[in-house]
Every structure is written in structure tokens, then in C-alpha cells.
């Protein structure tokens, strides 16, 4: 529910409303002069802010031996070609086509509909509404919600208009420094907000802002995923318009480091991914995916990437640099090994012994063959793949979910023959995936007994609705990424044509019921704006592929040889 947050204070309330003025003025003037360096200086930051890998930040990694400079100088050229892509601002309220097509009419309505969503906050633009739909309760589907706004925001860099997104990532820094509470109980100081609005006071005439960081939402669930994608945000309208001045801000370093010192702590951990509560991503609400969800660890995995390359290598950075450095080797050695599931790792599951002790076992997390679902036997293809749901102590959720295969794709974490098999099993699974609305948040829904106990009997998420297995429009930005990086751009085009035929009908649904995704959704919201900029992110890519360089990572061979694996290694 979007009440006011009673129990968020802020930090002085008078003095930080001031003090966002005041920091919007300085950037304002400090952005322009820094706009004004002259150009080549900037081109070489940015080559470096690109290319710098894993490699030559690793602590005791040595610079790439002679023979492999070619290999990266090459990958250089390729980065530069990719790196000036910044979005060409039309002239027009609605983007033309740039490859001279006449664009589908959908386009102009839907670029209607993202305009009717902006929110302003002091006669700026600083993010868009979740949902301009006023025939239900509105909830908090008229807030500005962190994840939301990515495909709004990179709809917008596309078209060349990045300050709204820079706008919207200074604001999300400044709700960051609140002082959080739930009860009596302090958040960590790096928690960026799921939602904020906007409260407009008539009678004075003034506007402030109220955020929501889990202590108003439902189930008061956490919203572990926004702090990546602000980082990876602040990456994507880095690349994008070849501006380093607002990634190298002090503020924005100590945004990214407080969100970082959240997850590179060190404690009880036996694994280097990241233990979450249900309801910490995208699906935010009680769904199984508590413990080591694969949305979140492919995102903690790309932001880690993404902060590499934005952080300075200062005192203060030098040390958050190192630690990355080591948590990235150590998360994709595990996500790689552990996660991933194909014909052949499904077999050795199979006939898995158990009660394994020592560091020989083979069947490390001790998960018993009887657990693996009837389902998962007819739904892996003989060619295909993909990073399970969840692995911990005696469990394995071997649901297929979208979302986190596609950033593992995006941000490498993902092989390369990993990415290929992944778009394969989507290939092959066409019907159950994708079916007549692209596309399934995750695969297969739980029913009746599994429904009851995994999601405590949640009407909203009944079979094939919602999150239980819903189609989710949103996703087809992410499916469509993916396609261009693995080099399938027609698996894309089918889908945005399968989209083409009932999004705007239906007024931009939130999401779509059913095993095919043939029915509107039972409580989806209309005119959801990240199912509108989410089809247009994903024409504007397919038009334009450079526009893949903002939401991906190239991979860091660095990375690889780590990649041992004692028993079943595929690749
Ligand atoms: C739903 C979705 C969540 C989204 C929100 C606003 O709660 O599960 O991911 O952010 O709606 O659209």
C-alpha cells in the first residue's frame, strides 16, 4: 500500500529538502562545464572506462601475456565501434525509424503512452509512473519503481533524451541516504528504495518526496534488486551518452560502494552468492524463490561488472575493486558449476549418491535424487540449458526462470556456449515459454499442494497468473537483448510480432494468464508502463543493435580459467 511512510524519517527533513536543491544546481553547472572538455579527452576516459577488465584490476593478475594482445586490441576496436551509440534525439515527441522503415503505428502510441507516465518532481522530469491505470485501487502502482524505470529509462536514452535518467539516478541517490527504518528496526545505509512518489501539497504549494523501501510494501519484502540495476543504470547512461562526469561524482562512488559494502560483507556465508529473503526481486511476493535466487544473483553478477568499470580506483574504491575483483572469480566459478543444468548434468543428478562427506563428494549439496520434479525430464531438450532457480543444502528449484537467464546472458556470467544453449532450450521450448504473449516469468507454475505451501496459498499467484507462471510483456526487452548478443535477432522479431498483435488492444497489460498466455491477466494492471517501454526497448534494439552495448558485458576471460569442474563439466 503507497501510505504515507510514517516510519521513514528523513534525515532533518527541511535540511535535506534543501539540500536537493542545492545538489541539483551544482551538478546542473558542473555536468554542462564538464560536457564542454573537449572531446578526444573524453574518448579516452571512456575507452578506458570500458576496457578495463578484470585483468588489469586483478590483484596479482598480470597485464594479458604478448600473444593475447591482438586478441584484446581487437576487443578494444570492437568496444570503441559499439561505444558511440548515443541515442540520436528525433525532433520529434515520437522517434522515426532510423533504417528508413516506416515504424510499426504501435510505436508512435506506445512512445504516447511512455510520455503520459513521466512524473516530475520541482518541474523536472525524474522517472514514470508504474501504472496510469485509474479503474483499480491503485496500491503503489502509482509510484516510481526503481526496477520499472530501467526500460523506461533506456527507452529514453536510445531516443538521445538521457536526462531524465540522469535526473532519476540522483534523486534514487538521495532517497539512499535517508534514514530507513521498519519498526524499530535500521536498514543498511546502501538500501536503495523499491518505489518513491511524488506528494504534491496544494495549499503550500510544494512537493517532497516519499520513498518506499520495503517498509510500506506488501509482506514488507525487500527490494534487494534495485540497488544493482541503479548501478547498472549509471552504466547504461554512462555508455551511452560517453559521459563519465556523473559515475565519477563523489556522491554517486559512495552510492555505489554503500550498496556494494551490503553484499561483499563478510559472514556466515558458505557461498559466494547472495542469501535473500522471498519477495526480493522482480517477483515480490512469497514464491519460493527466497535463499539463492538466480534473479538476483545475475544481477548482483552484472553490477559487480558494471561498478568495476564506473568505480575510481581511490583509497576508498581501491578496496570495494578488490573485493569485487574476488567475489566475481569465486560467484561465476559457482553459478557455472552449480546453477547451470543441461541434458547431461540432469542425468548425473539422476543417479546421484548421497551422504557425501568431505571434499570429495560428488553430489556436494547432498540434494536427493527423489526431489527432482517429473516435470524437469520432458521439459530439458537434448540441446539447451539453463541456470536453475535456486541451489542450497538438499534443494534445487529447477524452475526456468526469465529474467535472471537473460542478465546471465547480458552480463556474461553466462559462457558463451552457456548463452547459445539457453536461447536453444527457449527455441525448443517455444510453446511453453513463449506460447501467444511473450513471455513466461518463470516455468512451470506450482499447482494445488506446492501452490498452497510454497506461495501460503496466495490468490493472486493461482496457476499460470502473476508471477506463478504469468507472461509477462516487460521481459520481451530482456528476450530481445539476449537474441542480439547470442545472435538470434529472429527469435526476437517473432516474439515482438506475437506481442504486436495484443499488447495495445488489451491497453498494455501488466500481465497475461494461462499455460499459452492467451488471457489478459486476472488483476493485471493496465497501460503498465514497463510493458510499453519494454516493447519499444526492444523495436529500438532490433532496429538499432549497437544499442546492445548499454545493457551488456562482453565476456571477461579472465573469468574462465577458473572454470574447472570435477565431475560432468559440459563445455
Ligand atoms: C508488481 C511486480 C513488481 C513491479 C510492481 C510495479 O508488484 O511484481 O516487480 O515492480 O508490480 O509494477
Known amino acids: 500500500m503507497s501510505a504515507p511512510n510514517v516510519d521513514v524519517s528523513q534525515n532533518g527533513n527541511i535540511r535535506t529538502m534543501d539540500s536537493l536543491f542545492t545538489v541539483a544546481e551544482f551538478d546542473e553547472s558542473d555536468f554542462s562545464r564538464l560536457l564542454d572538455r573537449p572531446r578526444p579527452l573524453n574518448m579516452e576516459r571512456k575507452r578506458s572506462f570500458d576496457e578495463r577488465s578484470l585483468n588489469e584490476l586483478s590483484i596479482g593478475i598480470s597485464p594479458p601475456p604478448p600473444s593475447r594482445t591482438a586478441e584484446y586490441s581487437s576487443r578494444i576496436n570492437d568496444h570503441l565501434e559499439n561505444m558511440f551509440s548515443p541515442g540520436r534525439r528525433s525532433g520529434y515527441n515520437t522517434p522515426r525509424s532510423h533504417m528508413g522503415f516506416e515504424p510499426h503505428p ?39 519503481f526503481v526496477r520499472d524505470f530501467v526500460p523506461s529509462a533506456l527507452a529514453f536514452l536510445m531516443n538521445g533524451e538521457p536526462e531524465i535518467v540522469r535526473n532519476f539516478l540522483l534523486k534514487t541517490l538521495r532517497l539512499q541516504s535517508w534514514e530507513k527504518k521498519i519498526d524499530r528496526f535500521q536498514l543498511g545505509e546502501g538500501v536503495m528504495p523499491a518505489s518513491f512518489k511524488v506528494l504534491h501539497d496544494p495549499v503550500r504549494n510544494s512537493e517532497t518526496l516519499i520513498a518506499d523501501f520495503g ?28 559521459d563519465t562526469s556523473l559515475a565519477d561524482l563523489p556522491e554517486c562512488q559512495k552510492g ?27 517477483i515480490d511476493r512469497r514464491m519460493g524463490v527466497y535463499g539463492y535466487p538466480i ?54 543428478i539422476y543417479r546421484y549418491k548421497t551422504e557425501e562427506y568431505s571434499h570429495t563428494a560428488v553430489n556436494k549439496f547432498n540434494v536427493i535424487p527423489d526431489s527432482l520434479p517429473d516435470w524437469v525430464f520432458d521439459f530439458m531438450p537434448i540441446r539447451g540449458g539453463y541456470f536453475i532457480g535456486n541451489v542450497s543444502p538438499a534443494r534445487m528449484d529447477f ?83 539476449a537474441c542480439i548478443k547470442t545472435g538470434r535477432p529472429q527469435i526476437a522479431r517473432r516474439a515482438i510480432e506475437l506481442a504486436e498483435t495484443r499488447l495495445l488492444k488489451d491497453n498494455w497489460p501488466e500481465y497475461y494468464d494461462g499455460t499459452l498466455g492467451r488471457f489478459v491477466g486476472k488483476q493485471a494492471r493496465k497501460s503498465q508502463t514497463w510493458s510499453i517501454a519494454g516493447y519499444l526497448v ?30 560432468s563439466w559440459t563445455f
Not at 529500438?540 to 573469468?559: A, C, F, N, R, T
Open 106 to 144: 504501435m510505436v508512435a502510441e506506445a512512445w504516447e503512452a511512455l510520455r503520459r507516465s513521466l512524473v516530475h518532481f520541482r518541474g523536472q522530469p525524474v522517472g514514470t509512473i508504474a501504472a496510469l491505470d485509474n479503474s483499480d485501487e491503485k496500491l503503489n502502482y502509482d509510484q516510481v
Open 215 to 242: 517498509e510500506s510494501a506488501i509482506g514488507r519484502v525487500a527490494p534487494v534488486d534495485s540497488g544493482f540495476w541503479w548501478i547498472i543504470l549509471l552504466r547504461a547512461y554512462t555508455k551511452s551518452t560517453g
Open 256 to 282: 555505489m560502494r554503500l550498496i556494494l559494502s551490503l553484499c561483499l560483507s563478510e559472514g556466515f556465508d558458505t557461498f559466494p552468492t547472495l542469501l535473500c529473503a522471498d519477495g526480493c526481486c522482480m
Open 295 to 348: 534473479e538476483i544473483q545475475a544481477l548482483f553478477f552484472m553490477a559487480l561488472r558494471c561498478a568495476l568499470v564506473l568505480l575510481k580506483q581511490d583509497v576508498e574504491g581501491k578496496e570495494v575493486v578488490e573485493r569485487i575483483v574476488k567475489r566475481l572469480h569465486a560467484l561465476s566459478y559457482h553459478m557455472r558449476s552449480y546453477f547451470w543444468l543441461d541434458l547431461k548434468q540432469l542425468n548425473d
Open 399 to 481: 524452475r526456468w526462470f526469465c529474467l535472471g537467464n537473460c542478465v546471465a546472458i547480458l552480463s556474461s556470467l553466462a559462457t558463451p556456449e552457456q548463452s547459445t544453449a539457453i536461447m536453444d532450450l527457449i527455441e525448443s521450448r517455444w510453446e511453453e515459454l513463449v506460447g501467444e504473449m511473450p513471455l513466461k516469468v518463470c516455468y512451470p507454475a506450482l499447482e494445488s499442494h506446492d501452490w498452497r505451501i510454497v506461495t501460503g496459498c496466495d490468490p493472486k499467484n493461482t496457476r499460470w497468473s502473476y508471477h506463478n507462471g504469468g507472461s509477462w510483456p516487460v521481459l520481451l526487452w530482456l528476450l530481445t537483448a
Open 538 to 567: 526492444a523495436k529500438m534494439m532490433l532496429e538499432d543493435p549497437s544499442h546492445l552495448g548499454m545493457v551488456s558485458l562482453e565476456e571477461d576471460k579472465q573469468l574462465k580459467p577458473m572454470l574447472r569442474r570435477s565431475n
